[in-house]
């Protein structure tokens, strides 16, 4: 680590607020994309979500999102086939 990233509190070991690079959010504040696909009964399984969302065809809040692990929260708007899902968990 260089002095520059002391100074600067680039040390992901000296900042509460990230972790292995990801943001740290409490239980049950987000979800993944595909889980919540998922858990919706919007899909069978997850393999059927991976490919929706890969292939383009779920928008998250009025854009189209390819990334599965995504993570949404509530108010977020997950739309598939047309139809609009509020995330209310």
């Given at each position: 680590?260089?002095?520059?990233?002391?100074e600067n509190?680039?040390?992901?070991?000296?900042?509460?607020?990230?972790?292995?690079?990801?943001?740290?959010?409490?239980?049950?504040?987000?979800?993944?994309?595909?889980?919540?696909?998922?858990?919706?009964?919007?899909?069978?399984?997850g393999g059927?979500?991976?490919?929706?969302?890969?292939?383009?065809?779920?928008?998250?809040?009025?854009?189209?999102?390819?990334?599965?692990?995504?993570?949404?929260?509530r108010g977020?708007?997950?739309?598939?086939?047309?139809?609009?899902?509020?995330?209310?968990?």
């Open positions: 680590m260089s002095d520059a990233d002391t509190n680039t040390d992901i070991r000296n900042n509460p607020g990230i972790r292995n690079n990801t943001a740290q959010y409490a239980p049950g504040e987000v979800i993944d994309l595909q889980d919540f696909l998922k858990l919706a009964g919007l899909v069978d399984t059927e979500a991976k490919f929706l969302i890969q292939t383009g065809e779920v928008r998250l809040n009025g854009e189209v999102e390819t990334r599965r692990r995504k993570k949404i929260m977020d708007r997950v739309e598939l086939d047309g139809n609009e899902h509020l995330v209310d968990f």
